[in-house]
């Protein structure tokens, strides 16, 4: 809570509301692996506790406070041991997972992606995977509808594709990155 009234019934500044619940943190192996996104509370247990590390602070210098001590608000945690991680079989289909892949933009006509179409569409037998889905904007969504790109005389501006790499099922379920995680994930950095 910054500085100022904390009851709310003075002058002073208003308290800053915070959606801790749907913060996510980026854990790191110790060899520094990403391996998954963690809630806020939990990525704070874990350096309290001692078993992680504050790699990257939050890019806004937020610091949380006890009475007897205080946390950097993390970014990027590390583990303090090293975790084996088991087999990971392919990557979940999830629509934060297939966003990201298509970077928000529009498989059709570049715009910005709002919605998923599947290029063959499911009442003509497409499956729902990631070769068949693709980010599409609303108004080439409807002009589609369930035509075949032969039919429209439409292309794909990049042929869908399963994402590869550590990273993807870890992004499957996040719908957005911390831009301070992007150089643990083996991505360029935008």
């Known amino acids: 809570m910054p500085d100022g009234d904390r009851d709310g019934g003075?002058?002073?500044p208003t308290p800053a509301v915070f959606p801790w619940g749907r913060r996510k943190v980026l854990l790191l192996n110790a060899t520094f692996e990403p391996l998954t996104a963690?809630?806020?509370r939990r990525a704070v247990v874990l350096v309290v506790c001692g078993?992680?590390?504050?790699v990257h602070g939050d890019a806004s210098g937020l610091v949380l406070h006890s009475s007897k001590s205080e946390v950097l608000v993390p970014s990027v945690i590390?583990?303090?041991?090293?975790?084996r991680v088991p087999y990971?079989?392919?990557?979940?289909?999830?629509?934060a997972g297939l966003m990201h892949r298509d970077r928000y933009r529009c498989a059709y006509c570049g715009g910005r992606a709002e919605t998923i179409d599947h290029v063959v569409?499911?009442?003509?037998?497409?499956?729902?995977?990631w070769t068949n889905c693709v980010a599409c904007?609303?108004?080439?969504?409807?002009?589609?509808a369930d035509k075949l790109l032969s039919e429209l005389g439409w292309r794909l501006r990049v042929v869908p594709a399963a994402p590869r790499?550590?990273?993807?099922?870890?992004?499957?379920?996040?719908?957005?990155?911390?831009?301070?995680?992007?150089?643990?994930?083996?991505?360029?950095a935008a």
Do not use: F, I
């Open 10 to 12: 003075g002058s002073g």
């Open 38 to 40: 963690l809630s806020l």
């Open 51 to 54: 078993k992680a590390e504050v």
């Open 78 to 83: 590390r583990l303090s041991t090293y975790v």
């Open 88 to 95: 990971r079989g392919r990557v979940p289909m999830t629509r």
């Open 121 to 129: 569409p499911r009442s003509r037998g497409g499956p729902h995977t």
């Open 137 to 144: 904007c609303a108004k080439c969504n409807h002009r589609k």
């Open 165 to 188: 790499g550590p990273h993807w099922r870890l992004l499957a379920g996040v719908a957005e990155a911390d831009p301070q995680w992007l150089p643990y994930l083996g991505e360029p």
